[in-house]
């Protein structure tokens, strides 16, 4: 227990001021076990964007921003559609979508009336214009690529106009520092440079932190930080080895071990080999006019434990951004791997990015509209889905509910197709026989014939009736010829 609490002391006394360290309400103090390294500030994480970092973010900010962004107007009113800019109703597909949704589900509970906003509306030309030197893929990109290697993306609507701005301007996420001043957890404002800016100046993207959901997030490169830099260090050491340490192919020496060279005879037989053994010439011959002794000289192959590391600190990283170990290396590689890796990194990274972009801009649109004078509260922005769906399984159980007898219309609102004519109709799964039509044959059954005559010795079910006629009737036209 003593060595605990001086442990958490420890820690109290290096906890940086409020402000000046990243470790301070956006992920541990400490970035190694043995608590020597402080844990990153932000523009060492920002420096952290290259070798691996890079691939991972890249990755997960191209994946996210070829995704589209869509607004949607959502109505619990049947028949209250959009009447000052074009709008188009949208399929089963995208209601079943957007009622999966955790920012739409609520709205779509009673939806009377859902469209795709598509015409000349202020907040899709904002979302496509961005500003003068973005377009909307660069802004996504770049908003994915500050959570990741940052852990919090900020944006700076500018130039209202009647309460809408005209362009976003994202802001470096590094440069930008929470106002702690009031000694809670919620910033009272974000420090640009001079430029204090208040809380709801500013639209904030984060990967939120255990240790503060309030303040900034706790990106993934500060998870894989150490990963990081023992990828650097292996890499670093490699290059010292080759570029700068002493490793020659070969030595030369004089041919008596009690003789030696001159100064220039040792500089002259220097010089001819470096010359003509050199570039394209290694391997040609080379005569000297003296005693010497030529000693190659091999060096050991690397330490199969150096790659084993690299390898660990590969599955780590990647695990860390939630981008599958299959889409940056090609061992073990084939097509089957390679798809179920598009599918875990699209679950597991793009689609959850995709779903923290699009709750905060529609909050940040429904704010825009406090008195709900332009019914911007029905807004919703939802990105498509980007999880690739099992083709064959889908059409597997489509078949199915045509074999159970379900209507045709059922399985094309689901797959999200329109509904055709006629595709109401519900059938038998035995013989596929509509129901309809088989319920009007029990309804009106065909007329049996009637066989209850005098002198008829048969039932109604069509057997011999042998209680009323003892002996059987003949048949006419038949005589029994005589015994002989």
Same mark, same amino acid.
């Given at each position: 227990?003593?060595?605990?609490?001086?442990?958490?002391?420890?820690?109290?006394?290096?906890?940086?001021?409020?402000?000046?360290?990243?470790?301070?309400?956006?992920?541990?103090?400490?970035?190694?076990?043995?608590?020597?390294?402080?844990?990153?500030?932000?523009?060492?994480?920002?420096?952290?964007?290259?070798?691996?970092?890079?691939?991972?973010?890249?990755?997960?900010?191209d994946?996210?921003?070829?995704?589209?962004?869509?607004?949607?107007?959502?109505?619990?009113?049947?028949?209250?559609?959009?009447?000052r800019?074009?709008?188009?109703?949208?399929?089963?597909?995208?209601?079943?979508?957007?009622?999966?949704?955790?920012?739409?589900?609520?709205?779509?509970?009673?939806?009377?009336?859902v469209?795709?906003?598509?015409g000349?509306?202020?907040?899709?030309?904002?979302?496509?214009?961005?500003?003068?030197a973005?377009?909307?893929?660069?802004?996504?990109?770049?908003?994915?690529?500050?959570?990741?290697?940052?852990?919090?993306?900020?944006?700076?609507?500018?130039?209202?106009?009647?309460?809408?701005?005209?362009?976003?301007?994202?802001?470096p996420?590094?440069?930008?520092?929470?106002?702690?001043?009031?000694?809670?957890?919620?910033?009272?404002?974000?420090?640009?440079?001079?430029?204090?800016?208040?809380?709801?100046?500013?639209?904030?993207?984060?990967?939120?932190?255990?240790?503060?959901?309030?303040?900034?997030?706790?990106?993934?490169?500060?998870?894989?930080?150490?990963?990081?830099?023992?990828?650097?260090?292996?890499?670093?050491?490699?290059?010292?080895?080759?570029?700068?340490?002493?490793?020659?192919?070969?030595?030369?020496?004089?041919?008596?071990?009690?003789?030696?060279?001159?100064?220039?005879?040792?500089?002259?037989?220097?010089?001819?080999?470096?010359?003509?053994?050199?570039?394209?010439?290694?391997?040609?011959?080379?005569?000297?006019?003296?005693?010497?002794?030529?000693?190659?000289?091999?060096?050991?192959?690397?330490d199969?434990?150096?790659?084993?590391?690299?390898?660990?600190?590969?599955?780590?990283?990647?695990?860390?951004?939630?981008?599958?170990?299959?889409?940056?290396?090609?061992?073990?590689?084939?097509?089957?791997?390679?798809?179920?890796?598009?599918?875990?990194?699209?679950?597991?990274?793009?689609?959850?990015?995709?779903?923290?972009?699009?709750?905060?801009?529609?909050?940040?649109?429904?704010?825009?509209?406090k008195?709900?004078?332009?019914?911007?509260?029905?807004?919703?922005? $939802?990105?498509?889905?980007?999880? *690739? @769906?099992? !083709?064959?399984?889908?059409? %597997?159980?489509? +078949?199915?509910?045509?074999?159970? =007898?379900?209507?045709?219309?059922?399985?094309?609102?689901?797959?999200?197709?329109?509904?055709?004519?006629?595709g109401?109709?519900?059938?038998?799964?035995?013989?596929?026989?509509?129901?309809?039509?088989? $319920?009007?044959?029990?309804?009106? *059954? @065909?007329? !049996?014939?009637?066989?209850? %005559?005098?002198? +008829?010795?048969?039932?109604?079910? =069509?057997?011999?009736?042998?209680?009323?006629?003892?002996?059987?009737?003949?048949?006419?036209?038949?005589?029994?010829?005589?015994?002989?």
């Open positions: 227990m003593s060595e605990w609490l001086r442990a958490e002391r420890s820690i109290e006394k290096a906890q940086p001021s409020v402000g000046t360290s990243y470790g301070w309400g956006g992920g541990p103090v400490f970035s190694d076990a043995f608590r020597f390294r402080r844990a990153p500030t932000l523009p060492a994480l920002a420096e952290a964007y290259k070798s691996l970092i890079f691939t991972c973010v890249r990755l997960n900010s994946a996210v921003s070829r995704v589209p962004l869509r607004l949607y107007r959502i109505s619990p009113t049947r028949g209250d559609r959009a009447t800019c074009d709008a188009t109703s949208v399929s089963k597909g995208v209601r079943l979508r957007l009622k999966s949704l955790a920012h739409t589900a609520k709205a779509m509970a009673g939806a009377g009336e469209e795709e906003i598509t000349d509306f202020p907040l899709l030309r904002l979302i496509q214009n961005v500003n003068p973005m377009d909307q893929s660069q802004l996504i990109n770049y908003t994915v690529m500050s959570m990741d290697v940052v852990g919090t993306g900020f944006w700076w609507p500018t130039e209202f106009h009647l309460g809408c701005p005209r362009e976003f301007w994202p802001l996420p590094h440069l930008v520092a929470p106002a702690l001043e009031t000694g809670g957890l919620v910033p009272s404002g974000y420090d640009f440079g001079s430029t204090r800016y208040r809380p709801d100046d500013l639209l904030i993207f984060k990967h939120l932190s255990m240790k503060n959901p309030y303040g900034l997030g706790m990106s993934p490169t500060q998870a894989a930080i150490e990963y990081a830099r023992l990828e650097d260090t292996f890499v670093s050491i490699q290059d010292d080895l080759l570029s700068n340490g002493p490793r020659p192919s070969v030595i030369v020496s004089h041919k008596d071990s009690k003789g030696s060279f001159g100064a220039a005879e040792r500089k002259r037989l220097e010089e001819d080999m470096e010359r003509k053994g050199r570039g394209g010439r290694s391997g040609a011959a080379f005569v000297v006019d003296g005693a010497v002794a030529v000693t190659p000289v091999s060096w050991a192959p690397a199969l434990g150096a790659v084993a590391i690299s390898k660990y600190d590969l599955e780590r990283t990647c695990g860390c951004f939630g981008v599958p170990v299959s889409m940056v290396t090609n061992e073990s590689s084939n097509m089957a791997v390679a798809r179920e890796g598009l599918e875990q990194h699209a679950r597991n990274a793009v689609d959850p990015r995709c779903k923290t972009i699009a709750s905060t801009l529609t909050r940040w649109t429904h704010a825009l509209d008195d709900g004078k332009r019914n911007w509260h029905k807004l919703f922005w $939802a990105f498509d889905n980007c999880v *690739p @769906e099992d !083709k064959l399984a889908e059409a %597997d159980l489509h +078949a199915k509910y045509i074999a159970m =007898g379900l209507p045709l219309n059922v399985a094309l609102t689901e797959a999200g197709y329109d509904a055709v004519d006629d109401d109709t519900s059938f038998i799964p035995t013989s596929l026989q509509p129901l309809s039509s088989a $319920a009007g044959a029990r309804a009106h *059954p @065909e007329p !049996k014939p009637d066989w209850r %005559d005098e002198d +008829a010795d048969f039932d109604q079910g =069509g057997n011999e009736n042998r209680s009323r006629s003892p002996r059987r009737r003949k048949k006419p036209g038949r005589t029994r010829k005589p015994p002989g």
